[in-house]
């Protein structure tokens, strides 16, 4: 079993043995994420045992949908919550939690998959690689602080985008929809959906830079 495994047990295992702890979490289930990461902030092991409860489930849909993979799913959202026990001290959140949780999952999914085609290209698991798969296994390991960087910029470039391409992009990227179900709910063609989608990673790439989008999106752009 993995040592960063055991160590999140343990800290598990901290919090389930507190004092009054089914009382307590009945009353930390009532808080706010606000709350909870203040008291996180000063070491509380309920408030982290609750923001585990509350989120685990969702992050881990997300990243196994990604990866498909359950058990680097696993790995990759236990990754999440050991940082966040970790830096609890100094974590400053900016936005809405639940996003920055999100964030911190394609995050992972992106670093993961670059590692990946590293691996792949190196051992001669694929065959010709794509450009973008070629420039993809290159690039650096990303810094949390440069993806959230990133992350803020394509946000306010798609939040310029038209109404029904932003609704289309959104619908595509974060609710991971195909283009029949998108044609579908809005009631459009399939070549509608897709001349939106090109249309937003055309803006995208000239707002942001094609390495950038690659960087965000590129775990998309290669299925």
């Given at each position: 079993m993995p040592l960063q495994f055991l160590k999140f047990i343990?800290?598990?295992?901290?919090?389930?043995?507190?004092?009054?702890?089914?009382e307590?979490?009945?009353?930390?289930?009532k808080l706010s994420d606000l709350?909870?990461?203040?008291?996180?902030?000063r070491g509380d092991q309920s408030a982290f045992t609750q923001i585990y409860n509350t989120y685990?489930?969702?992050l881990f849909y997300i990243a196994a949908k990604k990866l498909s993979d359950e058990a680097e799913a696993e790995e990759s959202v236990q990754d999440i919550f050991l940082k966040l026990w970790d830096n609890r001290a100094k974590l400053h959140i900016q936005e809405n939690?639940?996003?920055y949780l999100v964030s911190a999952v394609h995050y992972q999914i992106i670093n993961r998959r670059q590692k990946a085609?590293?691996?792949?290209?190196?051992?001669?698991?694929?065959?010709?690689?794509?450009?973008?798969?070629?420039?993809?296994?290159?690039?650096?390991?990303?810094?949390?602080?440069?993806?959230?960087?990133?992350q803020t910029r394509l946000d306010k470039v798609v939040f310029s985008l038209p109404a029904k391409c932003q609704l289309v992009f959104k619908m595509s990227r974060n609710e991971e929809y195909t283009n029949k179900k998108?044609?579908?709910e809005l009631n459009i063609s399939e070549k509608a959906v897709e001349k939106h989608v090109t249309h937003a990673l055309k803006v995208l790439k000239k707002?942001?830079?094609?390495?950038?989008?690659?960087?965000?999106?590129g775990h998309e752009l290669l299925k």
């Open positions: 343990s800290i598990s295992l901290l919090c389930l043995n507190k004092s009054g702890v089914l307590g979490m009945n009353t930390y289930s709350e909870l990461i203040s008291l996180l902030q685990w489930e969702k939690f639940e996003k085609l590293r691996r792949a290209i190196i051992e001669q698991k694929i065959g010709a690689a794509t450009d973008e798969e070629l420039k993809l296994s290159q690039m650096p390991d990303l810094s949390m602080e440069y993806f959230e960087e990133l998108i044609a579908a707002n942001l830079g094609p390495t950038a989008v690659l960087i965000l999106l």
